[in-house]
């Protein structure tokens, strides 16, 4: 009898286990770092149920994360909406750690986990690796350590000062949260566990300084006197030089500066701080980070199929995977809620691809050092490294990419009842367009732009900040006061905010929590 030849397919039909996960891991990391040439942390993968994911969800995409009462809110919503159908999970969830750690779900079918092993394992993981942001202002080393000392100190608070107290400090340093970041200047690496020990020493040491800076002010009648009046601007101009202002980072400037909050409360801001900032290089590589892992596992899983170590209707279930991840409504399909960054990520890559290799005269006059050159690899290798969404978006959109998408430029100016089609995808419009979207991905231009530029030294203490309004945009009332409550919380006395035109300095409004508690 002769022995039938063993079947070269990696996996046949949807069950899995993990000698088949193992199997599938070997042939798409061979792939990946061989015809590739990626560069990743080490894997270690993960499979978690669905409330795994959920919970996940939740809690801002990290599994290992302090108890609030907003991620159980959110857990609520979104289970609900799962076990209505009306919205499905993702697939898998990564963390940017060293090792980089994927979660698969368990209820994926083999083919989606592959599909998924070749988008985060691989993908992402390459991408968070080498992307200079990621470099400059992340440490994938230290993260999880960190997180497991956030959850423990935050529960060990609550054990100490009760549940009420800590969510007060973490619902006020939560609605900052976005103002929590070093946007121009790189932070601290995160520290090992006996620096950490030594920050909380040094935290207490500088509350007590503080004080003794707070209780050397002049009293008022040295104040009122012709030299005492001199001398105590001159120290208050140099107490303000310490403090650095302006200041953008708002947590760091609270956690640091404010007279009312105790150790443990700083060192509460100081990790919210640290996650917000963990999570800034992502906001800025959306496009660029999706577009990587997207074209990363069609490529992946293409060369698989062309290898024949999985068959059609793996390849059939793949494909249908990836269109609903790459699919872009019209502008005026009911769908759309903007640009699908998988979309336009992955269209980015491929064309990138396409000119290299297949370039059209149009190409050879738009990308005369890409076009024609056929190494695409190296053209991507080098992008994901050196780019955020951007500046990949101004190099390396093409006229093509444009009217593939049909894209046009809008003007809608505040003083107008119309808006303005002032550009389309042709010859005159492309430029526009393409400096137009790439401005739409500048974080800075999105988040409000606030910052911290004076405090009353000689007198109340009030808290001065400035709102620089960028294009008419103005911030929504009911939210900028409930802000500035929590704001006020934190510095424990008064704040005010004023909203100065960036472009001419006239100071459009100002805003005080004095004027809220009246």
């Known amino acids: 009898m002769t022995k039938r030849p063993a079947s070269p397919l990696l996996f046949s039909g949807s069950d899995w ?12 990391e061979t792939i990946a770092l061989e015809e590739l040439q990626l560069d990743v942390y080490p894997n270690q993968i993960e499979i978690i149920s669905s409330e795994q994911m959920l919970d996940a969800y939740s809690s801002v995409g990290m599994p290992l994360m302090y108890q609030h ?63 200079y942001l990621f470099r400059q202002w992340t440490d994938a080393n230290a993260i999880l350590g960190y997180m497991e000392f956030a959850k423990k100190y935050v529960t060990k608070c609550e054990e100490r000062h009760g549940t009420a107290a800590v969510e007060e400090i973490l619902d006020s340093a939560h609605a900052i949260m976005d103002q929590g970041v070093f946007r121009y200047r790189r932070p601290p690496r995160l520290s090992s566990e006996k620096e950490r020990e030594r920050a909380r020493e040094r935290l207490e040491y500088e509350e007590q300084t503080y004080n003794d800076l707070w209780r050397t002010l002049p009293s008022s009648t040295d104040a009122s006197d012709e030299d005492g009046a001199s001398k105590a601007e001159r120290d208050a101009a140099e107490r303000k030089k310490a403090l650095n202002l302006p200041e953008e980072n708002l947590l760091y400037f609270l956690e640091k500066n404010s007279l009312i909050l105790e150790p443990w409360q700083r060192e509460i801001l100081r990790i919210v701080r640290v996650i917000a900032q963990y999570f800034y290089p992502q906001r800025q590589t959306k496009v660029m980070n999706e577009g990587c892992a997207t074209f990363v596992h069609y490529f992946i899983m293409n060369r698989l199929y062309d290898q024949g170590k999985i068959n059609e209707g793996t390849m059939l279930e793949v494909l249908q995977s990836h269109s ?8 005026d399909d009911p769908r759309f809620s903007g640009i699908n960054p998988y979309a336009l990520g992955f269209a980015l890559m491929q064309d990138i691809e396409r000119i290299a290799t297949e370039p059209t005269a149009e190409d050879r006059d738009w990308f005369p050092d890409l076009a024609g050159s056929g ?6 290798i080098d992008a994901w490294a050196n780019h955020r969404d951007e500046s990949f978006i101004l190099q390396y959109l093409s006229p093509a990419l444009i009217r593939k998408f049909r894209l046009f430029l809008l003007s809608d100016r505040a003083g107008d009842n119309f808006c303005e089609v002032t550009s389309i995808h042709n010859e005159r419009g492309y430029e526009a367009v393409r400096t137009a979207l790439a401005r739409n991905y500048e974080t800075g231009a999105n988040l409000p732009d606030i910052q911290v530029v004076d405090v009353d030294l ?18 929504e009332e009911e939210k900028r006061d409930a802000t500035l409550r929590h704001v006020r919380r934190l510095w424990g006395y008064d704040v005010s905010l004023a909203g100065v035109d960036a472009a001419t300095g006239e100071t459009r409004y100002e805003r005080s929590t004095a004027q809220l508690s009246e």
């Open 375 to 380: 190494d695409w690899r190296a053209t991507l």
């Open 17 to 28: 286990n993990f000698a088949t996960l193992s199997r599938t891991y070997e042939a798409i």
């Open 458 to 475: 000689l007198g109340n203490r009030h808290l001065r900040l400035a709102h620089y309004i960028k294009n008419g945009v103005l911030l």
């Open 69 to 131: 009462w907003s991620f159980g809110k959110r857990f609520v919503f979104e289970d609900h909406l799962y076990r209505k159908g009306l919205r499905g999970l993702a697939y898998e969830l990564v963390i940017n750690s060293n090792p980089c750690i994927s979660y698969l779900m368990e209820e994926n079918t083999m083919a989606i986990q592959a599909l998924v092993t070749a988008h985060a394992a691989f993908g992402h993981n390459h991408f968070f690796k080498n992307n």
């Open 324 to 331: 609903n991840v790459v699919f872009q409504p019209d502008f």
